[in-house]
């Protein structure tokens, strides 16, 4: 026991590492099931034990995890004719971020994002399924853009995958699986350019993201049983309520 406390982080209790393990499971098995969703409960769950300074960059790396295996478990799936665009765009969308001097204002941009989330998961955008590569990375590089200045853009990938992928929720997840791969990297990279101290946490966050594999595995399985139109709806009530908590944020962020 004296040994496991050890391997914690300064502050971090056998208890607390015990729940967040715990927690790793079942929220990745939500967001295997149902495409969203575990990323916020995580980052939900992880506010109540780890110190403020560190609940980005700690979250960062254990939804890396929790997405790499996601994809790699779902990798039948990935489209990758999606993947490709959509990595190309992240990287520049990310690259011109970091080089923004400005700072949008938060509270303002989670409203929007919010407002627009809910406007294209329950309105079909004609012609998007049939974007080409350009507007795929174009689309990619807004994304990125944004997950700069909001953490929480998972809802609105999902919307934007969910456009392009109508009828296919197995490919809908896998691919935004993949595509959260790459944006919690590139957080992972810069925060790790910043100093943080990753190596601390690394024992906590490799068994939680070893224990949200096994949830994949379980939340995968629902996957497959869940019938389309039963996955949509669930998937739109789902990502209808993240947007609201995230217009609900950015409406007491700017009052207060």
């Known amino acids: 026991m004296d040994a496991l406390a050890a391997a914690l982080p300064e502050g971090i209790g056998t208890s607390a590492a015990a ?3 715990v927690a790793s499971f079942f929220t990745s098995a939500l967001t295997a099931a149902f495409g969203l969703g575990g990323g916020i409960a995580m980052l939900a769950m992880l506010g109540v034990f780890v110190p403020v300074a560190a609940l980005i960059p700690v979250h960062g790396a254990v939804q890396l995890g929790s997405n790499t295996g996601r994809a790699w478990h779902q990798r039948a799936h990935v489209r990758t004719d999606i993947f490709g665009p959509f990595l190309a765009g992240s990287l520049l969308g990310a ?5 923004m001097v400005v700072q949008l204002p938060d509270a303002a941009l989670k409203v929007v994002l919010g407002l627009f989330i809910i406007a294209v998961t329950w309105a079909r955008i004609p012609g998007f399924d049939r974007l080409g590569r350009a507007g795929l990375a174009i689309g990619s ?3 990125a853009l944004v997950t700069m200045f909001v953490g929480a853009t998972g809802p609105l990938l999902s919307a934007f995958f969910a456009q392009i992928l109508p009828d296919d929720r197995k490919a809908l997840v896998a691919t935004h ?4 791969t ?3 990297f590139l957080k992972v990279v810069v925060f790790g350019f910043a ?3 990753f190596a601390q946490w690394l024992p906590l966050v490799a068994a939680m993201v070893a224990s949200g594999y096994l949830g994949t595995i379980y939340g995968s399985a629902w996957l497959e049983k869940l019938p389309e139109k039963t996955f949509r709806r669930w998937f739109r009530i789902g990502i209808t309520l993240l947007a609201a908590d995230m217009i609900r944020r950015g409406l007491h962020s700017g009052l207060g």
Do not use: D, E, P, S
């Not at 690259?95 to 080089?99: E, H, K, S, T």
């Not at 699986?177 to 959260?180: I, K, L, N, R, T």
């Open 195 to 197: 100093g943080f101290a």
């Open 141 to 143: 590089a807004v994304t």
């Open 95 to 99: 690259a011109a971020g970091a080089a």
């Open 19 to 21: 729940v967040l393990v």
């Open 177 to 180: 699986a993949a595509g959260m």
């Open 182 to 184: 790459i944006q919690h």
